[in-house]
């Protein structure tokens, strides 16, 4: 049975000119133990797949499960399988750190919960502060506390909607280690990132959502291995030849993307007989980043870049 099952899920919001299609007919299905990442540009539709898995939002259409429980018939078992890390920062101001957590306990039915609590706090570095205010902590430890919270009742899926937005390095690295430890003790992590390079070090599969609909679903190494492969990256001034007008331009930065060693020197004639003077060419593998980008903006169909169904070899 899959962790976490997406089954023709659509979501329309009320808009001023009419009825507005967040999500349109999302399916996929998570397998128990994976590492997922759910990825796309800002508005794609991930918080709003997240707060219909968390019974937040309502599908319009479609059923969302968590092993086996459907997400609004049987909220109660669904939701206790789930602990939900929220991308924004809600808490009660009134409480200490160790008490929120043990309210948070309470609400699931958890009781004597300290030692679990204590570690949790160890593991996010929030021990010394088990005593603080919610209202003395800083934004970074504010968000420790919103994943220790998620993380009371010992959930088997993980779901941290961009966990790692506004903090610092140092508990990127803690936060993450932590995560990828419960991962490998078998709890599934589904995870939302602009972070791409957390994505491609963290995620077995990833599915990227365009406007409300999937349009690419494969295991990670896939992914990368699918599209343009190569970078080629140079320093310029002055005007890329019309043809080039794909490059991605970061000030005197140039990097194009090519699929192979022909592409790479049709590139470079281009340059050549356009009379660019290019300089620190570099020549390297594409990452997560590149085919992201590729990807959103190819005018992709749904579904045109979902190759590979769920399954359980890359778990391992
Ligand atoms: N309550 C709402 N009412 C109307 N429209 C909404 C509502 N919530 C979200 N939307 C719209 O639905 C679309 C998807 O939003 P959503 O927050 O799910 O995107 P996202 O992929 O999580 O984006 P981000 O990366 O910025 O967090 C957006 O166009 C957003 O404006």
Excluded at 109 to 129: F, M, P, Q, R, S
Aim: proline letters at 4%.
């Amino acid at each position: 049975m899959s962790a976490v099952s997406f089954q023709h899920v659509s979501k329309s919001y009320k808009g001023p000119r009419g009825p507005f299609q967040a999500l349109k007919d999302v399916s996929f299905d998570i397998e128990p133990g994976e590492f997922f990442g759910l990825l796309g540009p800002n508005g794609a539709g991930k918080t709003t797949l997240i707060s219909i898995l968390a019974g937040l939002s309502r599908a319009t259409e479609g059923q969302v499960r968590v092993h086996g429980h459907d997400v609004v018939s049987d909220y109660a078992r669904a939701r206790r399988q789930l602990g939900v890390v929220p991308q924004e920062l809600v808490f009660d101001p009134f409480f200490t750190v160790r008490e929120a957590l043990r309210i948070q306990s309470g609400y699931f039915g958890v009781k004597c919960n300290d030692d679990w609590i204590d570690e949790l706090l160890a593991n996010l570095g929030l021990a010394d502060k088990a005593n603080a205010n919610m209202r003395q902590l800083s934004g970074g430890m504010k968000r420790r506390v919103l994943v220790a919270q998620a993380l009371v009742h010992r959930p088997p899926v993980i779901v941290l909607d961009e966990p790692t937005a506004g903090v610092d390095v140092e508990l990127r690295q803690t936060l993450w280690q932590f995560i990828a430890r419960l991962n490998r003790q078998g709890h599934t992590v589904l995870l939302t990132t602009h972070y791409l390079e957390e994505a491609e070090a963290l995620c077995h599969r990833i599915a990227m959502l365009k406007a409300g609909q999937v349009v690419a679903l494969d295991r990670t190494s896939a992914l990368l291995a699918g599209t343009a492969s190569t970078m080629l990256s140079f320093k310029m001034d002055g005007e890329l030849p019309a043809s080039l007008d794909h490059a991605r331009v970061t000030g005197r930065i140039v990097q194009i993307t090519a699929h192979d060693a022909q592409e790479v020197e049709d590139i470079l004639a281009t340059l050549r007989i356009a009379g660019c003077k290019i300089e620190d060419l570099e020549i390297g593998r594409a990452d997560l980043e590149d085919v992201f980008l590729e990807i959103m903006q190819a005018d992709t169909s749904p579904s045109a870049f979902v190759t590979r169904p769920a399954g359980l070899e890359q778990v391992a």
